[in-house]
């Protein structure tokens, strides 16, 4: 019985594409079975269409208040009956009641080596941007469990790149989102294996 993922996206779902595309790969034992966006229109919705994944959109535009929007994708999640929730660049702060019901099963990734530049503010571009202000070595990516903090829970696994001399924020977020896929698949299957 192939285990079940959900993933929780904002934006344009590069992340996601790495998942889905791990799944039917056989390289995860494991099928994606739903995709919720808090963005309408959020690219990666059209990617889970594409692979006939169910898409939801949870956001302010049809669930105004706070603690409806938490509770339906609570309630959503668990219609979709899942093994795994993934974070692959959700901007949404979870309700407390999400921890209670899904802790332990929760994955974020992270576009920096956590705990730099990681916690509240620090989320895309101006994580990379940051870190170029402040004329860092290194940089990478992180995949943690999600506790009720901001990327704050249990480290899985983290890769550390260089910067190169006239690295722009551009081109650093580029290379860091090819290590967040790498790694981001690495953990998953770590997850879905069991030796997490
Ligand atoms: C990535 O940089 C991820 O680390 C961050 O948001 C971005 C999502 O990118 N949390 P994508 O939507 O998966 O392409």
Same mark, same amino acid.
């Given at each position: 019985? $192939?285990?079940? @993922?959900?993933? $929780?996206?904002?934006?344009?779902?590069?992340? $996601?594409?790495?998942?889905? +595309?791990?799944?039917? /790969?056989?390289?995860?034992?494991?099928?994606?079975?739903?995709? @919720? =966006? &808090?963005?309408?229109?959020?690219?990666? $919705?059209?990617?889970?269409? &594409?692979?006939?994944?169910?898409?939801?959109?949870?956001?302010?535009?049809?669930?105004?208040?706070?603690? /409806?929007?938490?509770?339906?994708?609570? =309630?959503?999640? /668990?219609?979709?009956?899942? +093994?795994?929730?993934?974070?692959?660049?959700?901007?949404?702060?979870?309700?407390? +009641?999400?921890?209670?019901?899904?802790?332990?099963?929760?994955?974020?990734?992270?576009?920096?080596?956590?705990?730099?530049?990681?916690?509240?503010?620090?989320?895309? #571009?101006?994580?990379?941007?940051?870190?170029?202000?402040?004329?860092?070595?290194? =940089?990478?990516?992180?995949?943690?469990? !999600?506790?009720?903090? !901001?990327?704050?829970?249990?480290?899985? #696994?983290?890769?550390?790149?260089?910067? /190169?001399?006239?690295?722009?924020?551009?081109?650093?977020?580029?290379?860091?989102?090819?290590?967040?896929?790498?790694?981001?698949?690495?953990?998953?299957?770590?997850?879905? +294996?069991?030796?997490?």
């Amino acid at each position: 019985m $192939l285990k079940r @993922i959900a993933v $929780l996206i904002s934006g344009g779902g590069t992340n $996601l594409q790495s998942v889905i +595309d791990a799944c039917e /790969n056989n390289i995860v034992n494991a099928e994606v079975v739903g995709v @919720i =966006s &808090n963005k309408k229109n959020a690219y990666g $919705l059209k990617r889970a269409q &594409n692979h006939n994944i169910d898409s939801v959109y949870i956001g302010k535009g049809n669930y105004p208040n706070v603690d /409806n929007r938490g509770r339906q994708l609570i =309630s959503v999640l /668990n219609e979709m009956n899942v +093994d795994l929730i993934v974070l692959a660049g959700y901007l949404e702060i979870l309700h407390k +009641d999400f921890f209670k019901e899904f802790e332990g099963r929760v994955l974020n990734i992270h576009p920096s080596l956590i705990p730099k530049y990681a916690g509240k503010g620090f989320y895309g #571009m101006n994580v990379h941007e940051a870190v170029i202000k402040n004329n860092e070595k290194y =940089s990478g990516a992180t995949v943690h469990f !999600v506790d009720e903090e !901001v990327d704050t829970g249990q480290i899985v #696994m983290q890769e550390a790149i260089k910067i /190169n001399v006239n690295e722009t924020a551009e081109s650093l977020q580029k290379r860091v989102l090819k290590i967040e896929h790498k790694i981001l698949i690495a953990s998953i299957k770590k997850y879905i +294996d069991g030796e997490l």
